[in-house]
């Protein structure tokens, strides 16, 4: 099976930079993933690392260590929209047809405060 | 982007009636569907996973004949939640793949769903 440890809460201050880590164990690990979902919302797509490394977005960046199953997001120039939860995801093999499944972490709250 | 809408956005049934919940690609055909569920300020739970044309495969724990999922053509989804009760209320979400080896999942506006 899979399973992922991120924190359950961050705060941060508006224009500040925030770091979301993400710890994983899974087998058949392909990629990891983070989407952010607002209360009530549906989850959208922010980053994918598949290889080692910082991937950059705008103001969103992701990084990948795949020796340590450890990967973090880094948000810069917190603005308040950026307060939802944010979830990392593990990409892994589905036995079904090729195709792929993600295992999500269980969340992390962030609450920017002006 | 590629969009995914669902439908019903929010419903509210009475124990032991049945419930269908359709999911859509609208701009490009899902090879893979998947269904979701979310309690509130919890993860989603994978609970199936659909490829058009063929049987889903249910996640651990995850009861294939009250959840029926069908996946008629490449655009569509539906998930019958038969026999509803109470603890079957919550936030069900489908997300949808362009392609089988795509790394992105396209999430739909997810149901509310409410059983009295």
């Known amino acids: 099976g899979q399973s992922l440890e991120q924190p359950s809460e961050v705060t941060a201050v508006e224009g500040a930079i925030v770091q979301i880590n993400c710890t994983y164990q899974?087998?058949?690990?392909?990629?990891l993933s983070w989407y952010q979902q607002h209360d009530g919302g549906a989850p959208t797509f922010l980053s994918y690392n598949a290889l080692d490394g910082l991937e950059e977005t705008g103001r969103f960046s992701s990084f990948l260590s795949r020796s340590d199953s450890y990967g973090y997001l880094l948000l810069q120039e917190l603005q308040m929209k950026d307060s939802a939860s944010y979830f990392c995801?593990?990409?892994?093999?589905?036995?079904?047809?090729?195709?792929?499944?993600?295992?999500f972490g269980k969340g992390t709250k962030l609450s920017v405060i002006p | 982007g590629a969009v995914v809408s669902q439908h019903p956005s929010r419903v509210i049934c009475k124990s032991g009636t049945s419930v269908k919940i359709e999911c859509r690609s609208l701009?490009?055909?899902?090879?893979?569907m998947f269904w979701y569920r979310q309690f509130p300020k919890k993860s989603l739970m994978l609970m199936a996973t659909?490829?058009?044309?063929?049987?889903?495969?249910?996640e651990q724990g995850v009861e294939k004949d009250k959840f029926l999922i069908n996946h008629a053509s490449l655009t569509l989804s539906t998930l019958t939640v038969t026999s509803a009760h109470p603890e079957d209320s919550s936030f069900y979400i489908c997300?949808?793949?362009?392609?089988?080896?795509?790394?992105?999942?396209?999430f739909g506006p997810g149901t509310r769903l409410t059983v009295t």
């Open positions: 659909s490829n058009e044309g063929s049987k889903a495969t249910y």
């Open positions: 997300s949808a793949t362009p392609g089988q080896r795509s790394y992105e999942q396209y």
């Open positions: 701009d490009f055909q899902a090879t893979t």
């Open positions: 899974t087998s058949g690990f392909y990629g």
């Open positions: 995801a593990v990409r892994v093999a589905y036995s079904g047809a090729g195709s792929y499944q993600l295992t």
